[in-house]
């Protein structure tokens, strides 16, 4: 019992169960809202640097391990979760691996079928500073993305709402982020809700871990500017890549200034692993129905 002396000590204090428990209950707002100031600050970091090449690559790095550090550390504080499984050391460097090799041959295999229907105009070639550079950078774009969209939003959705329903809110929402690019579309935002959105959280729902998305949206992105140095998702101009790929066409074939996530070539090259992951799922028991009132 309170002393009246000391009335304040009535209250909850910021490390009692009930304030734990206060903060728990707002823990998606908690977390949304601050992955969110994450991906916006490192971004912002990544400007800034950017003009100096030799320091993009460890700095972009440095953030999206800074970035996952501090997501465990969110989830701990704010959700009281001692381990934090999906971001654990199990398999993760596996599944990074695995996530790499498949979200670059994805990408080199849109980018060949461009090149077969005769999407390709020019190539040239580009800045190995920029290939080095443009690592660091999707580095971190790739983490706090799939920090924010698979790890907070679709996870929390996903347990109230069940896999179906978190699947295409979160996809939507993906897609919805895309339409601030300087050069984005509607088509643009909803190609890449369909490929990007879906195969990413598919990637997520077969092995309950973010090192497969994040393997895979890093080495989709990296191969796409890194490499081939074409437009990302509708930015204002094309990334620095190690080629320079200069593309024509029907927007049907090319994805027009979205660049060639907005292809129609790109719904069905993602198409494949997307089912595949999704039947895994499936088949392992991970696909979860509504929480039941």
């Keep these: 019992m309170a002393s ?13 169960a009930t304030g734990r428990g206060r903060l728990r209950r707002f823990r998606f707002p908690v977390l949304l809202v601050t992955l ?7 971004g912002g970091i990544n400007q800034l640097v950017s003009p100096v090449p030799i320091l993009v690559l460890p700095v972009g790095v440095g953030l999206a391990v800074a ?17 934090i499984a999906e971001v654990g050391k199990t ?17 080199a295999g849109l980018m060949t079928l461009i090149a077969v229907f005769g999407g390709w105009q020019e ?17 971190t774009v790739a983490v706090t993305e799939e920090l924010l969209f698979r790890g907070v939003v679709f996870r929390i959705m996903e347990e109230r709402t069940g896999t179906v329903i978190a699947l295409v809110v979160s996809m939507l929402l993906f897609g919805a ?13 909803l ?17 309950r871990s973010l090192w497969l998305p994040i393997g895979l949206h890093f080495a989709w992105n990296f191969t796409q500017a890194g490499l081939f140095g074409v437009t990302v998702s509708g930015a204002e101009v094309p990334s620095e890549g190690l080629l320079n790929v200069t593309l024509s066409g029907s927007s049907a074939l090319t994805g027009g200034a979205f660049g060639p996530e907005a292809s129609l070539l790109a719904l069905l090259v993602c ?6 992951l999704l039947r895994r799922a499936a088949r392992t028991g991970q696909i979860r129905r509504p929480r039941q009132p």
């Design 4 to 16: 009246p002396e000391h009335p304040e000590s009535t209250l909850p204090q910021a490390g009692s």
């Design 36 to 42: 969110f100031g994450v991906m916006v600050v490192t």
């Design 67 to 83: 970035a996952v550090a501090c997501y465990r550390r969110l989830c701990r504080a704010v959700e009281l979760r001692p381990d």
């Design 91 to 107: 398999a993760r460097w596996s599944q990074l691996r695995r996530g790499t090799l498949l979200g670059a041959g994805l990408f």
């Design 123 to 139: 190539v040239s070639w580009g800045s190995l500073g920029g290939f080095l550079g443009t690592a660091g950078l999707m580095a």
């Design 177 to 189: 982020m895309h339409l601030v690019n300087a050069k984005a579309t509607l088509w643009g935002a």
């Design 191 to 207: 190609a890449i809700a369909l490929t990007g959105g879906v195969m990413l959280a598919a990637a997520y729902i077969a092995t």
């Design 271 to 276: 198409m494949v692993p997307t089912i595949l």
